[in-house]
């Protein structure tokens, strides 16, 4: 399995330069808020997805007052070898390169480094809207299935002319017949992996979701998706009319949602601040165990603040959890050193502390 053994990381957020090696185990990163604990996870991230974990532009990441960042990576994979990893953005946009080759497309890196991410932003999967809900999807089918990530990389290139035919004076029809043909041709295969995936997560977020909160509560995931009623071209031949009124596609995958309910209802409206923490760690945990019976080993996990919002019981329910399976390459960061240190010196004893301090982090020896 893919483990990141050293990280250099120029020009990124807050990080000017850091040259970090990392314990193939656990890697514990300490200090305040805003000292860049994030931004090192965010660098990690990069390296395996080409972007960031956040949704911010590629430039929006570069450190003030420099034109471009770096992010380069050494990884022992599977295979036993050592291999070589960077992202370079800058004012000729982005190069992605394994080793000194460079990737055609960004496409062609995607599920090389398997990573999942837990982060408080993470919320956002609850309480906004289903665009958040559809890129966690993808980000977890586009790692596992590179036809996945083409299939739903070309229908919202589709649905973009779509939309642009729309909004002109006078719609070809004979042209959006066509795009509709092809858009369904795109749309059937993501469709059928969202809908598996659905039916993959349910049952292993219920039994995280117990583990964690100790039981109590119901907590269920449904896949909502247009294609359920039917055939996207019957679909959108329907609601051409709508469609030409408000001069973009009204009906398809963009629509597609997840919902989250606990006891039958909304997670959103009735579970407390620490309820929907539980069900966000079940989920990504959830990711984490199919995306590591699907690779064959486990993925890289990054942890971001983790423990805030949640009780001492429902941390030693997720103690517990990690340490009773085969997790591989970890790292977690906490402003509560003490509380990092202790929590995983109960895992193992593999371990490597860092201290985070205004973008520059130091090694502590224990």
Known sequence: MP???KILVQDFRNISFQEIEFSPNINCISGNNGTGKTNLLDAIYYLSLSKSAFPLPDKANIRYGADAF?????????????ERFSVHVGPEGKRIARGDKVYPRAADHIGILPLVMVCPGDIGLISESGEGRRRFSNAVLSQMSRSYLYSIQTYLKLLSDRNRILKSPSPDDELLFVLDKRMEDAAIPVFEARKKLCGQLRPVVKEYYKMISGGGEEVDIRYRSDL?????????????????ILKYTYAGLQ????????????????????QQKSFLLSLKFAQYEIMKDGYGFPPILLLDDVFDKLDMTRISHLISMVAGNEFGQIFITD????????????ITDERAYFEASAGEFRKILE
């Open 70 to 82: 770096s992010i380069g990576g050494t990884y022992s994979m599977e295979n036993g070898l050592e």
């Open 3 to 5: 483990s990141l053994s």
């Open 335 to 346: 402003s509560n050193k003490v509380r990092l240190q202790g929590i995983v010196e109960k």
């Open 255 to 274: 629509r597609d949602d997840f919902e989250f309910t606990m006891n039958g209802h909304s997670i959103r409206r009735a579970g407390s601040q620490g």
């Open 228 to 244: 359920s009623e039917g055939p996207l071209t019957e679909i959108l031949a329907a609601s051409r009319e709508r469609d030409r």
